[in-house]
């Protein structure tokens, strides 16, 4: 009978520290409640602490630093052009009595976040122009933009983008401290146009690119008909001074030919009639073809050579 009484008593107190002591991780900070309502000091000093059994309760928040996923909104800017904007932050609680006071547990303190950020978000970009929301800093085209389009110049920017961030981060910190909440950072995830401006900025880039390939075409077809008209000049040049060559050489062989037959000519009567008798033969073979009749006279050249040569 006394071992059931020692092992209950054991048991009792074995209860009884399972209730009283809690630990503490080093990730941790901790907040006791005693029917509901906070009890001393937050506890973030890791290690084994004690709290009343069954009548305190340990509350745990994370000392980490915590993210915030913000959904994606269509935003209008200051110009009037809806963008699609997604954004995420860090924050961490750094009064975790204040915090557990106000907003009870992270889930309540994300669902916080969502409508201080979204619409400092919000507030932020419909203060500036479109130029401003997307670009960062006042660079300079890059060489194959200027490349593709001599033209292109981008339009310079008074704030930019990480700006607009600060800014948002500035209007979003003061509304927290109530909250036992810092915001440590917000950040743009992506920023991308709307469907409808989306599709026009696609119809205005496939003109652009029109346009650029129909210069270059142009430019192209105008080098093409210059390289043409070189070449035909060239062309003609070279058949020119081909055409004067072919006739200075042939008017020597004609001169030569001709110094030839007066040499011939001047020779003896035998020769002078051995030469008159070959260019007979010579025009005949190029006057007559087998076709060809014709009637000589007794006076003529022809006949005589035949007549001569039938002798």
Request: proline residues 3%; charged residues 30%; without cysteine.
């Given at each position: ?279 007979s033969m010579e ?8 076709e060809t009749r ?18």
């Open positions: 009978m006394m071992r059931f009484l020692l092992i209950g008593i054991i048991l009792a107190v074995l209860l009884v520290l399972s209730g009283a002591i809690f630990v503490v991780n080093e990730y941790e900070q901790v907040i006791i409640t005693q029917f509901g309502e906070p009890v001393g000091d937050p506890i973030d000093t890791p290690g084994l602490h004690f709290k009343v059994p069954f009548i305190q309760v340990v509350h745990r928040f994370d000392k980490r630093f915590l993210e915030w996923e913000g959904d994606v909104a269509e935003l209008p800017t200051k110009d009037k052009v809806f963008i699609l904007v997604d954004t995420y932050a860090r924050w961490r609680i750094d009064d975790p009595l204040l915090f557990f006071q106000r907003l009870r547990n992270e889930q309540g303190g994300q669902s916080r976040l969502d409508d201080i950020l979204d619409g400092e978000t919000r507030n932020a970009i419909a203060k500036h122009e479109l130029l401003e929301v997307i670009r960062s800093t006042n660079r300079e085209a890059e060489a194959t933009e200027v490349a593709a389009d001599p033209m292109t110049e981008l339009e310079p920017i008074q704030t930019g983008r990480d700006e607009i961030r600060r800014e948002i981060l500035a209007a979003a910190k003061p509304r927290t401290t109530d909250l036992g909440i810092e915001i440590l950072d917000v950040q743009f995830k992506r920023i991308n146009y709307g469907r409808q401006v989306l599709d026009d900025v696609y119809d205005r880039m496939t003109s652009e690119r029109v346009r650029i390939s129909d210069r270059f075409r142009s430019e192209g077809q105008g080098e093409r008909a210059e390289i043409r008209g070189n070449m035909e000049r060239d062309f003609q040049r070279i058949q020119s001074e081909a055409y004067r060559q072919a006739e200075e050489i042939r008017g020597r062989a004609d001169a030569e030919a001709t110094e030839i037959y007066a040499r011939a000519y001047n020779q003896s009567a035998d020769s002078r009639r051995f030469y008159e008798f070959l260019k025009t005949l073979e190029n006057t007559v073809d087998d014709f009637l000589l006279s007794t006076d003529g050249d022809f006949y005589r050579f035949l007549e001569s040569s039938g002798q």
